[in-house]
């Protein structure tokens, strides 16, 4: 995803657009969601919070509440954005959004509901976490499907570069 998102910026500094910054954050959103993903940030404030707000029912994972506060502020800063993008891109943008969004937030409060009610460990909240966890990926999949779509109108070719390390251990 990362290296998609530099191609653009590189193409978006060229041009001097004037959305570079977004596309800037774009990266950098990005990126920190893969940082969440490996040092699980995200869950680390579910207790805390829970016991603070006293956080049942759909709450129970109540990170929820900050991705929710995170996703308007969001959209608030990209607002102009996304309607400034064409309109075949912009579709495809929101429904990446939107198929991210209802796993990663939508699913986790029928989980989270779920996990309160009965646990954890059966295989109901085990099919709701696969749920979830599809959307995310789908979504993650139409947006680098978007993106490529993009960069291939912004550009005449694009080239994807793979290179074995030195240090890389060989297989011979």
């Not at 989980?111 to 059966?122: R, S």
């Not at 979504?139 to 912004?154: N, P």
Request: aromatic letters at 12%.
């Amino acid at each position: 995803m990362q290296c998609y998102l530099e191609r653009s910026l590189l193409l978006k500094k060229q041009k001097r657009d004037r959305y570079l910054r977004h596309w800037q954050g774009l990266s950098l959103i990005f990126l920190l969601m893969g940082v969440d993903e490996i040092i699980e940030l995200h869950e680390r404030t579910i207790k805390p919070l829970r016991n603070a707000l006293n956080a049942t029912g759909i709450f129970y994972f109540t990170w929820v509440i900050l991705g929710f506060a995170l996703v308007v502020l969001l959209a608030i800063a990209y607002r102009k954005f996304t309607l400034s993008l064409p309109p075949k891109t912009r579709n495809r943008f929101i429904l990446a959004a939107s198929l991210f969004l209802l796993g990663t937030l939508g699913i986790e409060l029928i989980g989270g509901y779920y996990a309160y009610i009965y646990g954890k460990e059966n295989l109901i909240y085990s099919l709701w976490v696969a749920l979830e966890e599809g959307l995310e990926m789908g979504g993650i999949l139409v947006f680098i499907s978007a993106l490529l779509a993009y960069l291939r109108s912004l550009s005449d070719s694009i080239t994807i570069h793979f290179e074995r390390s030195l240090s890389a251990p060989t297989n011979n």
